[in-house]
């Protein structure tokens, strides 16, 4: 359990945390402008030039790709990522995540990211041309294509999306939300996971499939807000997919691998969430201080209230135990596989995002009305870190598994509750 | 202490309750598309059609200015209101704040109703005339200007912005924002807090002066965002006053009644906004029973769970007990006037938003992504709550006054801590 | 909903606070040392003199069986009790709350109140004759039997003590404990609660009887501690009944009838319970207030840290609205009847106890060491109140509850979640 | 920061859980059963010969002194311990934390471990020969004499004990109390703080001195309750130094190095304190788990409940988070010093006594009543793990600390808080 980073990962923190400072930090005000002024110009859903410069930058300096584990071997050939393993990756996560934005220019973005990796592992020699090599090229996007509204989708068996054999073809029914990045005009490819066999047993009934966002059938709807914010280009929408017909091909592993493709697939991309909730509570905390530092009232620094104090000491707190907490899950991955660091993964899912809830909350009420606008990162902050309570599984069915494993330590062994004192054992 | 309703507030409700079901509940679909076609029509701040047709039925049923406290002796003969006290209209606010934007339907939105109220008690008879009649009306709107963004405003000393005599008229120099109303182009007229005394002792530096909305040198430089919400046409607003002139005899009760103003202002604004807040923390709760009840997941209802349960519990016994103390904090007002309860006023202050915030955040996770999106209005519930828990002040200015009035009952009498048991007294 | 204390409470607050200051506070630091020197003469177990001697003080000044509801006619010509409605004893029992040994000064302590009402209202002319009349007179104590230890007794269908016909006799089996009072030399009768009728349908399977606690079999098998304490005199026992024969007419009401007595029981008790506890926070608050006032940390008065004021202020607004909704659940029972305020009488069984923790806990934190131990009542303050969040039902079952009638509001009409703005209804 | 246990620490480990299985859980009851005999036979402050039996086995089994760090040069010679680094030692006080009585079988008991430690650090050849031998043997005990009734003694400069040179004597003149283990018969030392030099600044102002339990004028007034809970023949004491008079030798380090010693002191206390918190809150969640798994309410086990569910979850994540922290903070000592983790060791101060507490309050409520008797150790432990929310300082004091660490990163730039979005650099 040795969570040092490695030199490899250290030399790499420092050229990010340098990259952050000359380029990522200074082009937020930048960024905020552009998205003002293309809604402005009508065009609120295109990608933004602010990001397309600076993913050349990072790829000059060879901040690209640094989430990518696989080596060329793996990756069907495609030379490309960092090599990195999930302890390595989890400090430069949480520097991107201190900005929301800076992790596409380094072409470390959810949903890219698990899609990257998922056709990585489970996808033939012609997903990993067709698709995985431009997404690691950073020259198309991608969704992955899982929740739909009109069922509690955290219980995978309710999953009501068929997709059916038809001769050489998949037809694919039914509709989706919250697909993020589906908004953003290069998205060019969804992982759709859907029934294929819905009187299997609870396991086997799922499959995911690769859909061009162009396939007819397919219709985006609309787009859905997070508390106010549309997070234009990316954008988290409704999809209606209708008759979408796709070459047998373009189903991953084979009908009713769906639910082992989801797993092997979740565990890395909650270690980043994770990781970026750590960097985006830790900016939340830096400018909770400073801000308290110098607003005086009632004739002296907020900071120096022990009100305040309080709770930038408990801020510190749970933010060192979350991020200690997080290496041991991607350290446990690396060790023994994903499988093995359920529990651990699991816990991080509830820990992180409530955590990063209350550090921004926090933030956000020393800056006052401040706090809740967008001249400040804080509002989108917390309305993205509130999002992550449900994305993956709303905490209580995260609550729920790790209990069960607890519980199932003492089933195996239907002693008594041993009475130590009075009663004897 | 009477909590109980009388006749007259019984037969508002009902005539209410009545109109909610009938007109504002449908009326949310449409509410909500006339902004979106503004919106993409390029006016956004613009007044809404919805709106000013429920505007006249309720005038109609007479559902009109119900909170407005005073009689037409007492409003300089304009005869308008209710005449319903505090503990009176409290519930019918209650009932208005299950949907956000209902109080303008009724000409009882913040911080017109304020403004009507200051204006009729500390105006004089020219300024009745001008701005109160059409605010009575609802020919017009208005805006309170006090918060700037310089400073930390809670300290009201800290307050920057200036009004000074030049002849016969005062020349105002300073910066607001977080100005609620001044979005909307019907908005006419400002009360904007300044120091026209920076020399005097604390309580008597500040004054409050009528300022025409469309004055020279008055800008509102922009909107500013709730997390992602910018209240359209509404508006929360940025606001430049430059050089602005206005004739002496617009200030309101003379140089130097700032504070003794906004002390009598805010008693009943923050009633009317905790009763808000608990009819939009029922609403939640209904919402969250609801849908709980349908949603199933892991083969049974999600209300079934004591998760759930629990939840729903504590809901329930937070709304309950936030009203009986609102509903005290009115009728201490009631009876002994706003000075009296300003313990109790300060309490509910506290108690209300972070009862609703609490609330609305487990509404919005039994609602799993649809709780963060527009289709239900709870995300948008949420950021209006956790804004109260700024304006008027922040939690923590209000906790340090109610411990001080706590702290004082013991201070006059310097007596040992009581030392009961072994110790002796 | 008048919240109003009566005259008659009124007359009767301004005695009892009068009673408190000349009587009860001064003997705290004699109620101790008698029980220290008891304990070190061997005789823990026996009746205090220091309360004995309280006794005759308050039967004196007619401050006794404050809380007994009935007239005379009711209780069988025992002409004894104030005839106080729940709301107007309740500011008398918070009073009370404030010295926790206190309500037996004024015959007004549980299990003994909950137990005179049971028979008064359930009894026989003779059982009144033989144990309401000297319990009224204070001349014995009683206790009341349900909780066993082998089964979770919140779910009252576990209970396996067994009552069986046997002739003209019962005959009970079974084992008890959390019996609170039996401890006490004096304690002359259990009210035990069986099963007569296992066979029968969930409510009518049990049974209450009248066991004299001298009776063959009765046999006290030890005290049990909450935390530390043992409460001695008064004690909470752990009882074997075996084989234990009363007289067929000793049942209460009848077979079967046990739910509907405990039923009709609960009610007064929680609320005196709930008000004890609000004048127990009462207390801790301005222990708390007085002792951070003169204690100095790092150069000024605890007092003046924020942190201790937000605590102050967090107690103030829990205390007083745990107050108004136990007076609300009061007024109610008076109103309309036990049954009809069963919700509100859960809910303040989860907020009353639950806040008291909270409270006292913020004074011990206060208080430092000190508030550890037993030179100030923190500590055992905290251990009565929070085993008040198990006794009568620990508070999940009574959050269940709650929420249950909550969701029953919308459980007959199943309709959808309203979906209020883009869905329409 | 590599967290694996070391090969020597895995075998440590292996071997005492074997101890504990074999030796201490059996011994649970034996040790209730002593004291209560002994208390019975009036010997209530009398060494037990459960623990007197146990340490022979442990010293046979070389499970000795594990926690002394220092080699035998070290320690002048004497050659004792373990040698273990305070990483390596962390998860031997886990195990040993799960009896709250079990670390004094091991010679591993507070405040020995520190005493011993300080004697062997600061103390000379004289001092090791008299004291530290028959400590590491464990022939005697001792106590350290810090905390003082009257005064906010967390606040070191408050202490009021005088330590006055007279010729070749140093006089004591003070009052103490929560001096633990002085209750001891066997208790032969005590390490006294007091001013030496009440005008020096700050920091120079305080000595150590030691002093023989039997030396004239030391008296032990009385034994302190926690919560009730005497923790004899321990003991937690007030004691009364009068006039007492110890050769000037008896000074550790030399005049005003009172709180140098401290601080060194402290460090591995907390860890130890931190571990065994630890350990006890395993134990919680273990029998919350087994007896929630047994224990039927309406018709399923309580561990089948989700809101059961929820907590032991969240319990799994607290207990998880706060090793992790707490092995951190050893490893900073380890490796960089005690000064150099001093923020990691205040923030496990505050993390694991408040962590403990949480964890075994959710125990207690899930066995019931059972929970706040003695017939397990919960109520016990919440007790102990409550009182180390003030001992070595109060939370609130630790959170100020890292607080103020955490301001002085940006203290030195003095920038302003940075706006990064539309308000620029």
Known sequence: ????????????????????????????????????ANTAAGKRWTPLQTIENLKLKAQEQGLWNLFYPLDSAQ?????????????????????????MWSSEVFNCSAPDTGNMETIARYGSTEHKQQWLKPLLEGNI?????????????????????????????????GRKWWISGAGDPRCA???????????????????????PSNAPGVTVLRPLNVM????????????????????????????????EIAQGRLGPGRIHHCMRLIGLAERALELMCKRTTQRVAFGKPIASQTVTQERIAEARCKIDMARLLTLKAAWMMDVAGNKFAKNE??????????????????????????????????????????????AD???????????KLELRKYAAKPQPVDMPITRGC
């Open 1 to 36: 359990m040795d969570f040092d980073y490695s030199p490899k990962t250290k030399e790499l923190q420092a050229r990010l945390l340098q990259f952050m400072d000359e380029h990522i930090y200074p082009a937020e005000g930048a960024h905020h402008a552009e998205v003002e």
């Open 75 to 99: 990756a069907g050939g495609i030379n490309a990522g960092a090599g990195l393993t999930n302890q390595e990756y989890a400090p430069l996560a949480e520097i991107m995540g201190r900005v």
């Open 345 to 390: 993964i699991a816990m991080i899912k509830v820990v992180a995002p409530n955590m990063a809830c209350q550090v921004i909350d926090w933030a956000m009420q020393a800056f006052g009305g401040a706090g809740m606008c967008d001249d400040f990162p804080l509002a989108y902050a917390y309305a993205s870190a509130r999002t992550l309570r449900f």
């Open 393 to 403: 599984g709303p905490d209580e069915v995260h609550r729920n598994a790790i209990a």
């Open 189 to 211: 490819v969804h992982i759709v996971m859907g029934k294929t066999n819905p009187e299997s047993d609870r396991h086997t009934q799922q499959s995911m499939i690769l859909v």
């Open 228 to 259: 106010g914010y549309d997070d234009a280009p990316h954008g988290h929408m409704e999809i209606s997919y209708k008759n979408v017909c796709v070459p047998a091909s373009n189903i991953l592993l084979g009908e009713g691998r769906g639910f």
């Open 141 to 173: 996007r991608s969704a992955f294509s899982m929740t739909e509204p009109d069922v509690a989708s955290s219980d995978a068996t309710n999953i009501e999306t068929r997709i059916e054999r038809d001769g050489d073809d998949y037809v694919i029914n």
